[in-house]
């Protein structure tokens, strides 16, 4: 019984965890977007470096594009 209500409480808060992450990125202006997204794609650049120079090529083409939404 106590694992069901523990699961039921970790859903929960996942559930209201993942909707406060969704309203703090829809209230970002356009110019936080555009740098979150320019952030992004400058460390997928470079973990994809990092793979490539550890021999898997599977990453190269992960990074986003800057302000795509």
Same mark, same amino acid.
């Given at each position: 019984m106590e694992r069901m209500i523990e699961s039921a409480r970790r859903a929960e808060e996942l559930k209201q965890l993942n909707s406060s992450i969704s $309203? =703090? =990125?829809?209230a970002l202006p356009d110019a936080g977007v555009t740098e979150d997204a320019a952030w992004g794609q400058l460390g997928a650049a470079g973990l994809a470096a990092f793979v490539e120079s550890e021999g898997d090529e599977t990453v190269s083409g992960a $990074?986003?594009?800057?302000? $795509?939404r």
């Open positions: $309203a =703090y =990125y829809d $990074a986003p594009k800057v302000g $795509a």
